[in-house]
């Protein structure tokens, strides 16, 4: 080579060495400061992770802790707290509105008058000295319903004994067999009990305590629970009738709601059809209510809800099913809740889904002669955001749910008869649930056996646009002379 490398001295080599074992020295040192605070990363890194765990676990609570009836399946009586209604106060005032068309009642005829009051002039002249002379149309008339002083009408039936006067053989008159029948409380009083403690829930305390305040007549809580019992023989037959045709309709919506029978925990079951509803109180809420009601060769569609005995009845018959919307907006409504900015959106994206889909059904309830086409269509769109879900297991449950039972969230768009939800049963529940909280339940088989009996004729009624208190007037007098009580619904 033409040039080399100069040859360090030793010095320069000592004096290296020395700046490097400085250097080393220096970042072991450093390195010892740095253990600790490599230690207190660590230590920071793993409470992060603690309190985000436990962050995500709170705000899951707190979405449980704000279900309530818009967005689960908690009753709204369950509501601690209710939401403000959207955009605020109302600025509409109480009472009739500006613009809205008064409707009068229609003034009793001559005929329908069982009293009349009139009142003259104070004098038959004018202060000017004229004679007054009647005019008709210009009368001032005020109309008045009322109770009368002593409405209850008390009867009594003698059968008068007669003796001979030649042999001294007792004859005696014979009290007829209906009246026999009707017993204390007659038909009229009878139905009214029944009708105020159906529609209005009063108790049987209650109704003692109006019997003697506004009608000034004792009667015990046990005389209701009797003419009750009498009001129950009555209705069995057109409740047996209702209850046989419930395995001929080819779609049922299916309810059920608690009971309490002597504090014991009972299940008040509704069986709504197009035309009738039935009531049966059980002591379970399983499938075998289902199968001991319809029996296991019912054949049709049933509306209910998500609950697991609808699952098995279902599966053990094969029968077809429309799982209530309603629940299933509610269940979706919760998700929106979700700390998980894409569960909410999923939640969001199914919500709009259906939205769409219940205006398009809207629309054909309006106009039935329309293509279901466009429903159907709205119903896939609703199945495909469903599908769409993001990595979280309460939105997959929810996916799951429908990627399995679609077809049977969706029925509704094929068949015409078949409602969304499950509404219809729900509100047929409510008089048993208003009842329940008023009266804290039944006490025997016979109390079970009227309250069944009469919300099913009342709600029927409803139903048929019948009068109840009319219906259970027939049907005591039928039971009086030992006959049927009329049928509620077209042979």
């Known amino acids: 080579m033409d040039a080399t490398l100069p040859v360090p001295t030793l010095g320069t080599l000592m004096a290296r060495v020395d700046a490097l074992e400085k250097e080393v020295s220096g970042l072991k040192t450093e390195n010892r400061k740095l253990k600790p605070l490599e230690k207190e990363v660590l230590r920071l890194k793993d409470e992060n992770k603690k309190l985000k765990s436990e962050n995500e676990r709170l705000k899951l609570e707190l979405a449980a802790a704000r279900k309530n009836s818009s967005n689960s399946s908690k009753p709204p009586s369950s509501d601690i707290v209710k939401p403000p ?71 009594e039936y003698r059968a008068r004994a007669w003796r001979c006067a030649a ?33 209005a829930h009063a108790s049987h305390s209650a109704l003692s305590a109006f019997m003697k305040d506004a009608l000034g007549e004792s009667l015990s809580r046990g005389q209701v629970a009797k003419t009750f019992r009498r009001v129950s023989d009555a209705l069995k037959a057109p409740y047996d009738e209702l209850r046989g045709r419930l395995r001929k309709e080819p779609v049922l919506n299916i309810d059920e709601t608690g009971h309490r029978e002597q504090g014991k925990r009972f299940w008040t079951w509704v069986f709504r059809a197009k035309d009738f509803t039935v009531f049966h109180i059980d002591k379970t809420r399983s499938a075998g209510v289902l199968e001991s009601v319809l029996g296991s060769d019912y054949r049709g569609t049933i509306g209910c809800d998500y609950f697991s005995a609808y699952h098995k009845y279902l599966r053990d018959t094969g029968n077809d099913a429309q799982f209530c919307l309603a629940h299933l907006i509610r269940d979706i409504r919760f998700l929106r809740e979700h700390p998980d900015p894409e569960t909410v959106r999923y939640a969001d994206r199914s919500l709009a889904a259906m939205r769409r889909l219940f205006r398009v059904h809207h629309r054909l309830l309006e106009n039935p002669g329309q293509d279901r086409a466009e429903l159907v269509k709205a119903g896939e769109r609703l199945r495909n955001a469903m599908l769409r879900v993001p990595a979280e297991a309460k939105a997959d449950n929810l996916a799951r749910r429908f990627r399995e039972h679609g077809d049977s969230y969706l029925r509704f768009t094929l068949n015409p008869e078949v ?19 008023c009266s804290q339940g039944t006490r025997s088989l016979a109390g079970r056996e009227f309250k069944q009996r009469i919300w099913s004729v009342s709600a029927t009624c409803v139903q048929r646009g019948v009068s109840l208190f009319a219906y259970l007037l027939e049907a005591l007098a039928a039971r009086a002379h030992r006959a049927t009580a009329p049928p509620l619904l077209a042979p």
């Not at 000017?128 to 008045?144: A, F, N």
């Not at 008159?173 to 009214?192: C, D, M, Q, T």
């Not at 047929?428 to 009842?435: G, K």
């Open 419 to 437: 409602e969304p939800t499950n509404n219809g049963s729900e509100q047929s529940l409510r008089p048993a649930v208003i009842d329940r909280a």
């Open 85 to 155: 209604p959207a955009g605020g106060k109302s600025k509409r005032s109480i009472g009739a509105q500006r613009g809205h068309e008064p409707h009068f009642r229609t003034p009793f005829t001559p005929k329908q008058l069982d009293e009349t009051h009139t009142f003259d002039p104070p004098a038959a002249t004018c202060p000017c000295g004229g004679t007054l002379e009647p005019c008709p149309g210009d009368d001032q008339v005020r109309q008045q319903i009322e109770l009368r002083d002593n409405p209850l009408v008390r009867r």
């Open 167 to 199: 042999c001294g053989t007792l004859r005696r008159g014979r009290i007829p067999r209906h009246v026999k029948r009707e017993g204390f409380v007659g038909n009229r009083l009878s139905a009214a009990l029944a009708f105020l403690n159906t529609k």
